[in-house]
């Protein structure tokens, strides 16, 4: 007994970390490895990836299992995500961490900071979920149940003046990651492409719910776009944690071909003329990279109706809603088909005053993003919680 006692007493400050989707799991692989710097003794376990894991972090669920967009697409996976959950509060009395770090993802992750603060445990939330788009009244909770935030937007600050909250702007992560591994000549030799070629990038998503929805259409829009321009050629980056056979099946079955490259998802973006683009992290990608796009966004007709009666913005496209304007044109559910697609990317890649106007737009979303070093920044503000 007494060994026991004396055993937990000795044993290194432990920390939870939660990442439900892939840009979250980059992202926190960072702050984990900072904050490590910071403490080496400290130990992380939770919800993750291969980023995450390659961290030094015990993954005890993946966060590839659990993403997903749209209402009735979480139904498919509901038994998984709770059983997580469940998992995850019961860790809180056995593990007694002693800081929960939850990155976005909020519909899994708030309920975990309010069972994480009744328990006496600090909760320092990373990159706010979207309450200024919907469900603002989530402000109060995350205010209740959340110690500390570090938020990713610049805007985002000014949301949570209303309440008591501790809040930083610590710049966009992707600043920290955006490099390239090739010069474009490489680039073009290493992914098989001809030089002087249009080169368009297709990128479906990471999860496999939506690239099941859209990379169909995507490659019917690939097959019109080659039609009115035999020239182009086609590249897409496959996220990790995406089977494939997956994809696979799916492009077998088109008569264009595509250009498929393990990771390297920056020097495919850079390499190309165009990209068309699933609505979310990629979007931002795209955007520092200054590389002109279309955004599209395909769910279900239910969650779509539902998400409609809740969500007030202007754009989808976190690269518009940052601008405050659409810089880069939207196609959302019933407008994101082939003929759409095809006609504007046709019109981007043979206009090129459009395609230099949309470049200099995207330049100017670097500006407000703040400064590099947000890892950095969100380790030491997450440390003083437990230091």
């Known amino acids: 007994m007494q060994y026991d006692q004396d055993r937990r ?113 600090k909760v320092f939330y990373y990159i706010s979920p979207q309450v200024w788009a919907w469900r603002k009244r989530r402000i109060y909770q995350i205010a209740r149940w959340v110690d500390r935030m570090a938020v990713i937007l610049p805007f985002e600050p000014m949301v949570y003046e209303k309440v008591d909250l501790d809040v930083r702007f610590v710049g966009h992560p992707l600043l920290d990651v955006m490099e390239r591994n090739y010069t474009d000549r490489d680039a073009r030799r290493i992914f098989g492409l001809r030089e002087e070629i249009p080169t368009v990038a297709l990128l479906p998503g990471s999860r496999e719910s939506e690239v099941t929805k859209l990379l169909p259409e995507m490659l019917m829009a690939a097959e019109l776009l080659k039609m009115k321009l035999p020239s182009v050629q086609f590249v897409m980056p496959r996220a990790a944690g995406l089977r494939r056979d997956l994809i696979a099946s799916m492009i077998d079955a088109s008569p264009v071909t595509i250009s498929v490259v393990d990771n390297n998802v920056y020097d495919v973006i850079g390499v190309s003329d165009c990209a068309i683009v699933a609505s979310g992290t990629a979007t931002m990608e795209t955007a520092l990279l200054e590389t002109p796009m279309i955004i599209i966004y395909k769910v279900s007709p239910f969650s779509y109706y539902m998400g409609r009666r809740i969500i007030r913005v202007d754009h989808i ?71």
Not at 359 to 379: C, F, H, N, V, Y
């Open 9 to 121: 007493q000795a044993t290194n400050k432990k920390i939870m970390i939660v990442a439900g989707e892939a840009s979250g799991d980059l992202h926190g692989s960072h702050v984990v490895r900072f904050m490590k710097r910071l403490d080496p003794t400290l130990r992380f376990y939770g919800v993750g990836g291969e980023k995450l894991r390659e961290a030094g972090v015990d993954v005890i669920a993946e966060s590839s299992h659990m993403a997903v967009v749209g209402l009735t697409e979480v139904l498919s996976k509901i038994g998984f995500i709770l059983s997580v959950r469940r998992k995850l509060k019961q860790s809180f009395d056995e593990e007694r961490p002693e800081l929960v770090i939850l990155i976005d993802y909020p519909d899994f992750n708030l309920p975990l900071a309010k069972a994480a603060h009744q328990r006496g445990i």
């Open 317 to 387: 496209g976190m690269v518009n809603i940052i601008a405050g304007k659409r810089i880069v044109p939207e196609f959302i559910q019933g407008d994101a088909h082939a003929d759409n697609m095809a006609d504007e990317v046709y019109d981007l890649l043979t206009n090129d005053g459009r395609r230099e106007r949309m470049k200099q737009d995207l330049k100017e979303i670097r500006t407000k993003l703040g400064s590099p070093g947000a890892a950095e920044k969100t380790a030491r503000f997450a440390y003083e919680l437990i230091s």
